[in-house]
């Protein structure tokens, strides 16, 4: 039996995420809302945050009759996943910024973490990292820049190298070796952040761990054969009035054959 899955984030960075999951989960039936008439979510007001989230989310969940959701966006999981939590009776998981990991992994026990603003001044982190990276000295760069360049290249359009040189000039100068990429819009700009990083700092994200938080709480579902994306199974759901032609593109070749408006609230 196959599962309806919703991947939630405010842009196209959750769809880095969804990737993880299906590679892991093939053949399910996969739904991606995106919040982009209010991104970046980095800068957005905690409260507005909050409210907006569950207001969307919840009547999809009962709408496409969710088995899960994911949240895959690392600044709404700091602060919406009680108050939904608290509407849904499905799952909910959230993101959590791969600070466990890379402490254990770095070797100079100096880490850094790079994430939207929002994630950064949160409460949340600095539990985190108070909790899991003690032993190391953890520097936090926060930038909505990023976020808006990973939009630019999945809507087709160029990335200037020199745009992102200057945007992790901080991180280059640091003399940490491992990047935690606390943000999910950063690991599609992977490829693009190792050239400038060189090969002295390993990046981290929290993909594959969410994947596998998926398919355990699935309770390990079989093996299906992944159609997508031949028979364009799955659907995307946008707020934004409109959407690029590249962005919509990009989803029509990762399969969503659905790409459809909904209301903000
Ligand atoms: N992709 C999101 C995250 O993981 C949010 C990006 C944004 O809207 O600022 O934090």
Known sequence: MSHTILVFDSGVGGLSVLQEIRQLLPGQHYHYLFDNARLPYGELEESELIRGCVALITPMVAQLKADIVVIACNTA???VLPALRQQLSVPVVGVVP??????????????GLLATPGTIKRRYTQELIHRY????RVELFGSSELVMLAEQKIAGMPIVPQQL??????VCQSSMDVLVL??????????????VLGEGIQLLDSGAAIARRVKTLLGNPPQLIDTAPETKTAAAYYTAAVISEGLKQCLQQLGFGTIQHVCKH
Not at 165 to 170: E, G, I, N, R, V
Request: net charge positive.
């Open 77 to 79: 999981s700091t602060l």
């Open 165 to 170: 040189q200057k945007l992790l000039a901080p």
């Open 98 to 111: 791969a600070i466990k990991p890379a402490a254990q992994l770095s070797v100079r026990q100096h880490i």
């Open 133 to 136: 990276a003690d032993n190391c």
């Open 182 to 195: 606390g943000c999910t819009h950063f690991p599609m700009l992977k490829t693009e952040i190792h050239q």
